[in-house]
């Protein structure tokens, strides 16, 4: 199992910018696909970005262009640079990892609000 902890959510005014981080415990964390998600308020929730080993990237339509989704291995820390925030763009999200088929370990989640 892979234990999760994700930073960086809080307010801002739309058009501003955050950056979460989502530090990964576990040996082999380079060999994982890393993705965000997000949910907010009375919705299901949503994927957002994610990141493969070999560092290609896929994003939700809503989210291309605005958001860069990376990592360091290293540090074993993925990241997600969120710029031009809209109001939509609020919820909480959550970092995940993806072992096989299907995303297997979850974070706690950070809140993300943006104000209009």
């Known amino acids: 199992q892979v234990q999760l902890v994700e930073s960086g959510g809080g307010l801002v005014q739309a058009g501003g910018s955050l950056r979460l981080s989502c530090l990964a415990s576990g040996r082999t964390f380079s060999s994982y696909t890393m993705g965000w998600f997000r949910q907010a308020p009375g919705k299901e929730r949503e994927f957002v970005a994610s990141?493969?080993?070999?560092?290609?990237?896929y994003y939700a339509d809503s989210v291309k262009g605005r958001f860069t989704i990376s990592r360091d291995n290293a540090k074993k820390t993925v990241y997600l640079q969120m710029n031009s925030l809209k109001p939509e763009d609020t919820g909480v999200y959550y970092c995940a990892v993806r072992r096989g088929a299907q995303y297997d370990d979850w974070g706690q989640g950070t809140q993300v609000t943006v104000s209009s």
């Open positions: 990141i493969t080993w070999s560092s290609s990237t």
